[in-house]
């Protein structure tokens, strides 16, 4: 019988011919047969097998990593050998920075990385507020109203108007708002669009030509230095690289655009919707966090970033990373041929009893009391970690905390219905609507 490695103690080198373990065929095909999700699969292959496991879906096994150390080789230490062979967003984004390759990938990111952190973050706080004010005042309307909204469609909002001010310098207008709706759209279709890309493109060529439609309106706004009442956004600097850059065509700014439209609002919506779902059945953390330290304290803005923390490790930002080996390697004393599809599972990590005391129970105080979450890095990513982990964190979790920071204190969401699950596409979004009115 075939070992497998225990999480954040693999074994030490093995012999060269040394084959991952693998899943018995007869379970994959009773999974298939019950017509389950992926991540019921990987959890299945988990459970059997340990942090690495393989599976065949085809005449190729596909191999499984949760385990900390190999998630820290694959995605941190080794980037060159395990490598992004086709974004599944690909339709959508083209070849944003997301799905960008090789040089291709290291010259997009050198230029956005100044954005995202330090001097670069503060360019944004203006808008990130602005925007938490507005769905403030919307909140607070709906608490006087007794109105029934939905609390994902507000995440969604927010998180939209959020980007949108970043990249344009302007507030989200309606019809803005309504043509964008064709973002998550898309998003939510790609799991059962069809195999052949052609095919698929044609099944969202509607939501695809009014995205382009509202991208187009925005390059060319910026082209022509019409800066919003922020001062201009990131799209000034995607179109001030073309003067110079010969690379960044209208294309390539229009697929730059669209990247971060999907990854920075598809992914921060879905999280604060989780939150507030997690908070309906965990009501006391909601109490911690506002108990923790005066309104606008260090000690508050600690204990509401830990909400979103927590919430993150339950439904990271993305559930899966998958790579490609580009060359033969070893893992963990086993070998890897190149061409092997390598699924790396933060959802799966994240979830793991022998790295997370209790790890099904909603707990930030993992994130506030020194010790009580695993130290290996490779335990807690759900942005990714290394070299490819996502540009947009910090942007992300400074506008989640600035919005909660205005609505926890004064409005508790109480939901009319709830769904029925988890959609496991590009992101582990709530199945479902999520209607409430507010309470205080």
């Not at 047969?33 to 459970?47: M, P, Q, S």
């Not at 508050?300 to 830990?306: K, L």
């Not at 080996?325 to 022998?354: F, K, M, N």
């Amino acid at each position: 019988m075939a070992t497998h490695a225990r999480p954040g103690s693999l074994p030490g080198p093995a012999p060269a011919d040394r084959r991952f373990p693998e899943l018995d065929p007869a379970l994959v095909e009773e999974w298939q047969g019950g017509g389950g999700e992926l991540v019921d699969l990987f959890a299945l292959a988990r459970e059997r097998l340990g942090g690495i496991a393989a599976f065949r879906l085809g005449p190729r096994p596909t191999v499984l990593v949760t385990d900390p150390a190999a998630v820290q080789h694959v995605l941190a230490h080794h980037p060159d050998r395990y490598v992004k062979r086709s974004h599944r967003a690909r339709l959508l984004i083209g070849d944003g920075l997301l799905a960008a390759t090789g040089e291709a990938w290291q010259r997009q990111r050198r230029l956005l990385h100044s954005q995202f952190t330090g001097p670069g973050m503060r360019r944004y706080e203006q808008r990130i507020v602005g925007a938490a004010r507005t769905t403030a005042a919307r909140w607070a309307s709906y608490a006087r109203t007794g109105e029934v909204f939905d609390v994902g469609e507000e995440m969604r909002r927010f998180a939209l108007d959020t980007i949108w001010r970043s990249l344009t310098g302007h507030p989200l207008d309606p019809g803005t708002e309504r043509e964008l709706a064709a973002v998550p759209a898309v998003v939510a279709a790609m799991p059962r669009l069809p195999a052949d890309g052609a095919a698929a493109e044609e099944a969202v060529a509607a939501e695809l030509a009014r995205i382009d439609d509202v991208a187009r309106r925005a390059i060319a706004a910026a082209r022509d230095g019409a800066a919003g009442p922020d001062g201009p956004g990131l799209l000034h600097v995607l179109t001030e690289a073309a003067g110079t850059r010969p690379e960044y065509t209208d294309r390539l700014i229009r697929d730059e655009l669209v990247t971060l439209l999907v990854a920075g609002h598809e992914t921060t919506a879905s999280t604060l919707t989780w939150l507030y779902l997690l908070l309906d059945r965990n009501p006391g953390a909601r109490e911690q966090a506002l108990a923790a330290g005066a309104e606008g304290s260090a000690q508050r803005r600690q204990a509401v970033q830990a909400l979103v923390q927590e919430t993150l490790r339950f439904y990271p930002s993305a559930w899966i990373l998958p790579r490609c080996a580009a060359q033969d390697d070893g893992l963990a004393g086993y070998e890897v041929e190149a061409g092997t599809d390598v699924l790396v599972c933060p959802y799966l990590t994240h979830r793991d009893a022998e790295l997370w005391a209790d790890p099904e129970v909603f707990d930030p105080g993992r994130f506030t009391t020194p010790g009580r979450r695993p130290a290996h890095p490779g335990s807690y990513f759900p942005f990714g970690i290394g070299p490819r982990a996502c540009l947009g964190q910090q942007f992300a979790l400074r506008e989640s905390t600035a919005l909660l920071e205005r609505l926890l204190p004064g409005h508790t969401p109480r939901f009319r219905s709830l769904p029925a699950g988890a959609a496991y596409g590009i992101t582990v979004r709530p199945d479902g609507p999520t209607p409430a009115v507010l309470g205080a």
